[in-house]
């Protein structure tokens, strides 16, 4: 007896080193990621729209003078558009590369093999998370130096010296990184909202069609929305939009700190601040995350 429960014991010990662990999942799920060609033209296509509105901005001759007679509202101006045309698009890299991520798996049934393997629903789903994270926050750092060696660029041919970089005060640097966290706000909740809508779907297609329609279909509300209050008269058309996801996102830098930037892309009908667009944000994420854990860890995988 004594040998068959040391036996017993060897075999339960092996299973357990068999099993993959959490950090060694989140490894393989980047090396899968890079090597799948359709994330490697996804960023080189973003990185290439970054460098549009520095070039549209060169062939502006009114913006060399600005740089050199008020060159503080030139920088807000500039990073204000750039760091926008970097949050929208990026958005859309953070959906192409959720959506591989976690439908591919249900995809091509690869799913059964890893949880056969005994690693758990919420185990794969987390490492699969914490893998697109860590992707996301390496392709902002890279979309970042492009934009700072765009910034460098720019005022070199528009001024011929950096001398307007002398201007930038802390102020400015505060601005700059409140604007930052806006967009890793915005970010994080992309990738929830995939994340869900793959879950729903459990398939790579639906996952991308699903999310990439969200953001359009959000924006465009607002239109029907003023169209409604325009018939109707009735103020409710107008105050469903402060909860809209996609218009407080647009909103939320220019609701934050309205003295420095504007605000581009669709924004509520009616007025909102910092607090409520940080509060809408939260909520929707918190949604997302949470539909996506219930949805794997209840559901079973038969397909």
Known sequence: MSTIATNLVAEQKSVAASRPSFFGIVRGEIFKVTRMWSIWISLVLILGIICLPYLITLAVKSQGDLLKQTPLQF????MGQNL???????????LILTACVFGREYQLGTVRILLARGVGRLQLLFAKLLAVVVIALLVLFVALLLNVLLQAL???VLAGNFDGLKALNATFWHDIGVYMLTILISMGVTILLTVAMTAVGRSFVFGLSASLAFFPADNIGSVFMRLGYSLTHNDFWKN???YFLGPNLNAMPASIIPQRFSNFGASPLVPVDGTHTLLVALAYGIFFLVAAIVLTWKRDVKE
């Open 75 to 78: 920088f807000y101006d500039s």
């Open 240 to 242: 469903a939009t402060a």
């Open 154 to 156: 720019q005022i070199t």
């Open 84 to 94: 926008f045309v970097l949050r929208v698009f990026i958005g859309f890299f953070l």
